[in-house]
Every structure is written in structure tokens, then in C-alpha cells.
């Protein structure tokens, strides 16, 4: 198991923006899969955005074309570029992982063989 630890998260105006990392630990070769969740109250988790090792991506549709996801293999590192930012956006945010590549394709979360302790973010409108 990969252990993973989020930073980043803040309190942000609607239409500003936030940069999330995801430091990888332990058992790396387990992230061949990475991505992030969120979760907001009230709602059920869902998946935000996943990458793999060869650099493909996947976005929800409410994120595409606002937020960015992106890796550092050297520094086994996890990023979540996000601008203009919606109050919609409000949830806690959770780093992923998995060495497998089936759960970047199912998006489940209970596929993820490591989840991070998650990191808060704000957005007031």
C-alpha cells in the first residue's frame, strides 16, 4: 500500500483558483492509477479527475476545462491544478491510488487500494 498526503486545500472567492498536492509514500509502485475524489455535504462522493502512468487523463464533466491534473513520477507527486472556481466546488478532496489501471477506467472509489486523509476546500461566492 501507497500512502498519500494531501495539501493545498484553502477558503477561495468564486472565479479564484487552488493547487492541490498528493505526496506519494511507501509502496509507489502502487500508483499507477492516481486521481481525486471529493466529497461534499450532502452529497455522494465522485470522482474529479484520474491519471495514469502514460500520462492519459480523465475529467468529470462539471471540472473539464477549469481544473488540471498532473503528476511528477521523479518526486511520485499528484497535482490538481483548479481555476475559476465555483462555490459548487466546495468539498473536502481526496488523493487516490492504485497500481491496477481498471479503477481509472470504473471511477469507483472502493477501487482505490489507497486513499489520502483528504484536504478542504473552500469557495464563497
Known amino acids: 500500500q501507497v500512502q498519500l498526503l494531501e495539501s493545498g486545500g484553502g477558503s477561495v472567492q468564486s472565479g479564484g483558483s487552488l493547487r492541490l498536492s498528493c505526496a506519494a509514500s511507501g509502496s509507489t509502485y502502487n500508483t499507477y492509477c492516481m486521481g481525486w475524489f471529493r466529497l461534499a455535504p450532502g452529497k455522494e ?42 462555490p459548487e466546488d466546495t468539498a473536502m478532496y481526496y488523493c487516490v491510488a492504485d497500481g491496477r489501471d481498471f479503477p481509472c477506467r470504473e471511477w469507483t472509489w472502493f477501487d482505490f487500494g489507497s486513499v489520502g486523509q483528504g484536504t478542504q476546500v473552500t469557495v464563497s461566492s
Open 45 to 86: 462522493r465522485e470522482g474529479v479527475a484520474t491519471i495514469v502512468r502514460d500520462g492519459s487523463t480523465r475529467y468529470a464533466d462539471p471540472v473539464k476545462g477549469r481544473f488540471t491534473i498532473s503528476q511528477d513520477n521523479a518526486k511520485n507527486t499528484l497535482h490538481l491544478q483548479m481555476t475559476s472556481l465555483k
